[in-house]
């Protein structure tokens, strides 16, 4: 090789450079020039060969083209022989995967055919299931600690998934900001089942003893008084832990083993006498600041890093406010006076508050719940302004209270 040719010129990425096809196409292709260390790149459209740039430049400008044709949608002829081939992959792929679901699917039908049936057998007059969402979950008798049905509640594809795995009796956690409907998602679902709901708040206080028990005098006579752990895999309540991430690590340890398939409980405290799960019971889970969420945990005080091998035993979801549209169908089920367009007015006043509370330009969130209040006191008083004190200023600081009054008169015009 001649000492004045370029040794990098074997390995420059020579060849065609193409996006589009037929009349659409438009092509780069780089070649060797003749001169040392310097490329020859031509440019031309359509099918046909016609060149309408035809230029030379170095390696370096040529690295820098590249780029911007890769930016551009441009690729080399290998590059789009590795599309095919991830795309005849991917079609494999996709029909193995719609055969495994539809087998899974298959399974799943008989097996609850098989427990439909068994359940008829056993109980005559056992209760039929109910559909959430897109999801069947049997039914269970009543009891004083099923929360009551919202009406106006709005079930969306969201909780589908969520729904199947309180059926298949998974541990669920959801996470997202406050307000975002977590807890009240999973009471709903219980609502319409009739499951008994126990409720535990980490606080940062919170102690082992008030999760599993602790003994007692009373009368003059030591007693063990159960936890709120134990009486719900008891007696086959759903437990929910709000705010799991202000949990001490020494709850954490305790929950640990529940949270294995069918996990046990062990009182220490009790002779190390173990709790099993009654096979109605499921244990949630929500948090604020955990997971996908820990990049806003500066903006809850006191949350704590959960540990992925911890986050591993839940299904993990991200709750997060309902998109305006849904929002509307919210608040036209429970108010049916307010019309679409002021609904619509109203769920996008909302989202703005919501995405001010996300960039920190607001210290406190908007839930739907503070909505609705809102919108019933301004269906009672006919004023904007006036049912907005109570409902929202006055539950917050005035410099929130100042950019929220801001954020209504973007959207509503008002007297002052």
Known sequence: MNASEPAVQDEAPLGLYTRGIGTAREWWRVTPSARAHM?????????RDEVDIDTEIDLDNLEAKLLKWR?????????????????????????????????????????????????????????PAV??????MPRARANALVPRVNEAYLFTARGDDI????????????????????????????????????????????????????WTVKGGETIWVDGVLPVAMREGYWLVIDELDFAEPSILAVLTAV?????RLLLKERGNEIVEPHASFRLFATANAAGAM?????????????????????????FDYLPIEEETE?????????????????????ADCRAAFAREDLASAFSTRRLIDWAELMLRTGDVERAA?????AKVSADDAALIRSIIRHHVIFDA
Request: hydrophobic share 45%; no cysteine; aromatic share 6%.
């Open 39 to 47: 490329y020859r790149i031509e440019h031309g459209q359509g099918e």
């Open 71 to 127: 930016r551009e949608g441009f690729a080399s002829e290998a590059q789009h022989a590795d599309e095919v081939r991830a795309a005849q992959a991917g079609s494999v792929f996709s029909e193995a995967l719609r055969q495994a679901v539809a087998a899974v699917r298959e399974a799943k039908a008989a097996e609850a055919a098989e427990a439909a049936e068994a359940a008829r057998g056993a109980h005559a007059d056992a209760q």
């Open 131 to 136: 559909r959430i969402g897109g999801v069947d």
């Open 163 to 214: 729904v199947q795995d309180i059926v298949e009796n998974r541990r669920v956690m959801l996470i997202g900001h406050t307000g975002s409907g977590k807890t009240s998602f999973i009471e709903q679902v219980a609502a319409r089942t009739n499951h008994g709901v126990l409720r535990a708040n980490m606080n940062g206080q919170t102690t082992p003893g008030d999760l599993v028990g602790f």
């Open 259 to 263: 949270l294995e398939p069918n996990g």
């Open 294 to 318: 820990s990049a806003y945990r500066h903006l809850y005080q006191g949350a704590n890093l959960l540990n992925e091998a911890f986050l591993d035993r839940w299904r993990v979801y991200l």
């Open 330 to 350: 919210v608040l036209l089920r429970t108010l049916p006076q307010l019309t679409r367009p002021l609904a619509q007015t109203l769920a996008a006043i909302a």
């Open 389 to 393: 004190g109570p409902a929202i200023y």
